[in-house]
């Protein structure tokens, strides 16, 4: 048990460049931070997940990091059956983790998925999703070609048969995509139309006590899409904050 801990915790903090101390590209524009020097690392921007990283393979921050271990690991114990998914993945080091964690669990049987379009930020269809309207500008931005993140997988020794890539704008492969269950979703696609493209073809395969995890919920497109399929399906369960910008909650039924 202690070694598992010592090894996920080496993965967490190199996976977020907390181990090396990664100097920050930019810092995020959020309250609170407008002082802060873009060009120096900080522990607390990195583990809050406030920084965009030179080198570290994910910018959802430690914070985040030990919210996928905490549903992860808790999905295992209570034996929820599904596989692990997270849509939207960047360089890929919380999907990374996710496999680290099957890994130290001895656990063979499940799947993780890696869904992304490996082509950046999708063109926004504003005329279906006003609120997308402020992306126009980012479009292809983030993109990480497959390869590289396939690359960054077997560096860290986890690339094998139980990671499963799903490349492609979600509206055109998620509908059709072989995932039969799923115990953990996680979602971080940013825009409206991703968020809402997501929860409406993987939601209900998310198996009941399984986790979803919504990484930009602090964003106003992400949020309003999460609230109005909330709305629409009449989920209840409890929303739970995870860093004042990803959330989760844990669903019954």
Partial sequence: MALRELYLNLVK?????????????????????????PKVFTRKWREWGRDVPSEALTMIGLRRMENIQFCVE????????????????????????????LKSHGVDDRSVWVADSFEGMPVPDVERYPSDIQWKIA??????????VRHNFEIYGLLDDQVRFLPGWFKNTLLTAPIE?????????????????????????????GFVIIDDFGL?????????YRRRHEITEQIVD????????????
Wanted: hydrophobic residues 45%.
């Fill in 13 to 37: 903090r190199s996976l977020t460049g907390l181990l090396y101390e990664d100097v920050p590209r930019t810092v995020m524009p959020i309250a609170g931070m407008v002082d802060q020097n």
């Fill in 74 to 101: 808790r999905a295992l114990a209570d034996d929820v059956r599904g596989d692990l998914i997270e849509t939207g993945v960047w360089r890929g080091g919380a999907a990374i983790f996710m496999r680290a964690l």
């Fill in 139 to 148: 479009a292809g931005a983030l993109s990480i070609p497959l390869d590289e």
């Fill in 181 to 209: 269950r799923l115990a953990v979703l996680r979602l971080d696609g940013d825009l409206y139309e991703s968020t809402w493209t997501v929860l409406t073809h993987l939601y209900p395969k998310l198996a009941p006590g």
């Fill in 220 to 228: 106003d497109s992400c949020q309003q899409a999460v609230e109005d």
């Fill in 242 to 253: 995870i860093d004042g910008m990803a959330v989760f909650w844990r669903r019954r039924s």
